[in-house]
């Protein structure tokens, strides 16, 4: 299994309208090996609040593949043109990959 974490630094506030943007999906449900996403939302801090999607892989090839994809490219589009009305929200933003070696699950 493969995890990636896209760690969001949003403006304090923001959160429910960034996270919004991912209710629904378009597109990566549909790729090869994908397994879930989640949306975590921390208001924990004082100074801005951290949404992070994590998404969950059967392989790391998969997730690369759905970076590479169209419908990657058709989501991100706005971003990448500068028209996303999320994206002002965001004031920095990291992504992590991770190999699972152990997973508990409740039986």
């Known amino acids: 299994m493969w995890i990636v974490m896209n760690q969001l630094r949003v403006q304090n ?3 429910d309208q960034v996270a919004a943007r991912f209710q629904t999906t378009k597109g ?3 790729m ?3 397994v879930r ?3 975590l939302v921390d208001l924990s801090q ?3 609040d951290i949404v992070t999607i994590m998404t969950t892989w059967d392989k790391q090839e998969h997730f690369h593949a759905w970076q590479a994809s169209q419908a990657y490219k058709g989501v991100h589009k706005k ?3 500068g028209t996303s009305e999320v994206k002002p929200l965001v004031l920095s933003n990291a ?3 991770y190999a699972v070696v152990a997973d508990h699950t409740h039986a």
């Open 46 to 48: 004082d100074e801005h």
């Open 37 to 39: 996403m989640q949306v």
């Open 28 to 30: 990566i449900e549909q």
């Open 95 to 97: 992504v992590t990959e």
């Open 79 to 81: 971003r990448d043109e």
């Open 13 to 15: 506030g923001k959160a």
């Open 32 to 34: 090869e090996g994908f």
